[in-house]
């Protein structure tokens, strides 16, 4: 069985970490079907997965591919008309849409690739259905209404507006009305959530009363979907942080946890051991001086790669099992490890920056909190120099939790 790709369009199934590769993602397949199941029978409705960000750094053809072809899921939901032009040419023919709208001369795309798209502003109008009229297509619209969040949703003077100038467009259909929640993950901002539950009502109400049938409705984000069910469910619900296993991104830890479990893993493998004396400094700046003589690991993963700068002298990985220190600044190509205290570290021992070995965890939250950051952030940074290896089935485990030499050294 072939071990890992970083193109295709579903990628290849891996059996047991790759050992060709100094540094990879894993894409456990299999949670994010169980996530995916789990979220899709919360829900009760109708689920768009969203992929955007290249499926938030965990693969966006590989994930949107197995999405469809074996979780069968409902919706894709994508941030640019690329991303949703990137799925239709690898096949995808689920419904998809553009959450960020497009931009003036992306109008044809739309059109050509049967996409859904929201429209920002009014301006937008003509532009597409002159498209759609050009080839006698018609083209889903789905309206954002501004409740809250102050970002690319209509105001209410621009929904009423568009309301009335799409009488003039019969190429375009209004096939939804959405909002999207500022802060639905807050416990503490529970009545400004309902307040845009109102205000999206309001604005359905209206629209109604103005002629108009949406078949979708949909309200709640992965934080709506948990926390603000049944009065955010709609008819489709939005999930990203939750279908990827990431909780602490879409939820305060008050809420009860969800049953969803990660589904991205990052590990690097030991490419040079050294032992330095006392008083020693390490890496660009001497920001680290060992206090004690120090066996230091050298990784292949820096920030060229998405491990953040910020990590410096801050962050941890963890190597047979054991949570060790980042020391020195992290570089564009490789970081520093303290791995004196790892009893028979060796070259190509597996250095885990996110995921677990044996009962040592480092979550993505928890990466990216020494970044006073969000899981989320963390995961769309990965570089697409990190290669993404996808499985299906539990990995057979080894010290530290995953495989501990390379082939040449178990041979």
């Known amino acids: 069985m072939s071990s890992c790709n970083e193109g295709g369009k579903g990628g290849e199934i891996i059996a047991a970490p790759p050992t060709h590769l100094s540094t990879w993602a894993e894409i456990d397949l299999s949670r994010l079907q169980q996530n995916y199941q789990w979220l899709r029978q919360r829900a009760g409705v109708p689920v768009m997965a969203m992929v955007k960000a290249n499926a938030y750094g965990h693969g966006l053809l590989p994930v949107a591919t197995f999405l469809q072809d074996v979780a069968q899921v409902d919706w894709f939901g994508v941030a640019t008309p690329e991303e949703g032009v990137a799925l239709r040419q690898a096949g995808i023919t689920r419904p998809i849409l553009v959450l960020g709208g497009f931009w003036f001369g992306q109008e044809a795309a ?8 929201t429209l920002p502003d009014t301006d937008y109008l003509p532009a597409l259905e002159r498209a759609a009229s050009e080839v006698g297509r018609t083209v889903a619209v789905h309206l954002e209404i501004d409740t809250g969040i102050g970002r690319l949703g209509l105001s209410p003077d621009q929904f009423a507006a568009v309301l009335e100038r799409l009488k003039a467009c019969p190429h375009l259909r209004l096939d939804g009305l959405m ?20 205000r999206h009502t309001r ?61 991205l893993s990052l590990h690097a493998r030991i490419l040079g051991l050294k032992r330095v004396p006392a008083g020693t400094p390490l890496g660009y700046g001497c920001t680290f001086v060992t206090r004690r003589p120090t066996q230091v690991a050298t990784v292949p993963l820096g920030y060229g790669d998405g491990l953040h700068r910020i990590q410096s002298n801050r962050g941890q990985a963890m190597v047979r099992g054991r949570k060790v220190p980042i020391i020195g600044r992290v570089s564009m190509d490789v970081t520093m490890l303290d791995v004196t205290d790892v009893p028979d570290v060796a ?15 480092i979550t993505a939250e928890e990466y990216a909190a020494v970044m006073g950051s969000i899981a989320l952030e963390a995961t769309t940074a990965l570089t697409a120099r990190v290669t993404r290896c996808y499985r299906t089935a539990a990995m057979s485990s080894a010290p530290g939790g995953r495989e501990d030499a390379p082939a040449s050294a178990r041979e």
């Not at 909002?179 to 309902?194: C, E, I, K, M, Y």
């Not at 002629?211 to 709640?220: D, K, N």
């Not at 190509?348 to 070995?357: H, P």
């Open 110 to 117: 739309i059109v050509h690739y049967d996409l859904a798209t």
């Open 179 to 198: 909002t999207h929640f500022a802060s639905a993950d807050l416990p503490g901002h529970a009545d400004f959530t309902r307040d845009q539950i109102r």
């Open 203 to 263: 604005a359905v109400q209206q629209a109604r009363a103005a002629g108009w049938t949406p078949r979708y409705i949909h309200l709640a984000n992965s934080a709506g979907l948990h926390a603000f069910l049944p009065e955010a469910a709609g008819n489709l619900v939005r999930v990203g942080g939750l279908l990827y296993g990431i909780a602490g991104d879409a939820l305060s830890p008050v809420f009860p946890p969800p049953p969803t479990q990660p589904v």
């Open 347 to 361: 070259l190509g021992n597996v250095a885990t920056f996110i995921g677990s070995q044996g009962a040592a965890t």
